[in-house]
């Protein structure tokens, strides 16, 4: 069964500061993992999704990494802003059964202070 | 770009009750779409698939039973929560894939509604 493991749970950071979320996951046999972004009591924006082929993916501020043979992703936000504040999530979509489900990790709650 | 629609954001009822929780797809066609419930400070759990015109496939330790899904067209499908108790109080978001996309390999284009927030009491 696969397992998403985030960490840290919580990051607490200065305006502009660059960081680093990470994502770990046991079974590396995935199509894709995606990186998505919950303001709290809200749904969920999608921010990236890498392919289980690619190393990368960048948008804007934000860049994600994939090591599918290892099991980890991260997530590096550069010069970090308040509105930056949100729980970062991690999902991978398994080949276990056939791709039809997205297995969450528990998430980062990032506070970005100005 | 594509949106998902939930409707209510948040509604309360008396246990015992059924709420139901409408999803819809509102400027593209999902034959699939997705129920998760979420309980505070922990993540998304997959309740159930639902395909539109077919029966929902259930995860492991979810009664069909108690939450019905019926995704009777291509922009629609609906969660209700019956006979519900506190327990049953959560976050429900549902996720629908749009299509054009030959997934898994070119992508797995998947929207997120903005949830519901059920409170049994």
């Known amino acids: 069964k696969q397992e998403v493991t985030q960490i840290p749970a919580a990051l607490s950071v200065p305006e502009g500061e660059n960081l680093v979320l990470n994502c770990s996951f046991t079974d590396s046999a995935i199509y894709n993992l995606q990186w998505f972004r919950q303001d709290p009591g809200k749904g969920l924006t999608s921010l990236l999704l890498?392919?289980?082929?690619?190393r990368e993916q960048t948008s804007g501020r934000l860049n994600a990494s994939l090591d599918k043979s290892s099991g980890r992703s991260t997530l590096y936000i550069a010069a970090s802003q308040p509105g930056d504040s949100a729980t970062y999530l991690c999902?991978?979509?398994?080949?276990?059964?056939?791709?039809?489900?997205?297995?969450f990790g528990e998430g980062t709650q990032l506070t970005v202070n100005p | 770009g594509a949106v998902v629609s939930q409707h209510p954001s948040r509604v309360i009822c008396k246990s015992g009750t059924s709420v139901k929780i409408e999803c819809r797809s509102l400027?593209?066609?999902?034959?699939?779409m997705f129920w998760y419930r979420q309980f505070p400070k922990q993540s998304l759990m997959l309740m159930a698939t639902s395909n539109e015109g077919s029966k929902a496939t259930y995860e492991q330790g979810v009664e069909k039973d108690k939450f019905l899904i019926n995704h009777a067209s291509l922009t629609l499908s609906t969660l209700t929560v019956t006979s519900a108790h506190p327990e049953d109080s959560s976050f429900y978001i549902c996720?629908?894939?749009?299509?054009?996309?030959?997934?898994?390999?070119?992508?797995?284009?998947?929207?997120f509604g903005e949830g519901s927030w059920l409170t049994v009491v």
């Open positions: 890498i392919q289980s082929s690619q």
């Open positions: 400027d593209f066609q999902a034959t699939t």
């Open positions: 996720s629908a894939r749009a299509p054009g996309t030959s997934f898994p390999y070119s992508g797995n284009t998947i929207y």
């Open positions: 999902a991978v979509c398994g080949m276990e059964t056939s791709g039809s489900r997205l297995t």
